[in-house]
């Protein structure tokens, strides 16, 4: 009987170092949520500051890929050298 007494003693014991484990889990958690905002996933005001995307017109799009065919061109025509 005196086995079983000290084994509850130390689940007891583990119980309570456990608690208090999962008190500074919980503090540690709660502090990051107030860093990070709500629920810890990035609000939509996290943007603020940010301009929105800009879209590109499709002449845009082709100067563009024009302008990088003609690098890769004057590339190629270096290594042909």
């Known amino acids: 009987m005196a086995n079983l007494t000290a084994v509850m003693k130390q689940l007891r ?6 608690a208090r484990e999962l008190d500074r889990l ?3 958690i ?3 949520d107030r860093v990070a905002g709500s629920n810890g996933r990035r609000s939509a005001g996290g943007r603020r500051g940010r ?3 800009r879209t590109m017109s499709a002449a845009a799009r082709a ?4 302008a ?3 690098r890769w061109a004057k590339v190629k025509q270096q290594k042909a050298k």
Do not use: K, M, N
Request: glycine letters at 0%; hydrophobic letters at 40%; a positive charge.
């Open 13 to 18: 014991s583990e119980r309570d170092r456990a």
């Open 26 to 28: 919980d503090a540690a």
């Open 30 to 32: 709660s502090a990051l």
């Open 51 to 53: 301009r929105p995307r």
């Open 63 to 66: 100067r563009i890929a024009a």
């Open 68 to 70: 990088q065919r003609a």
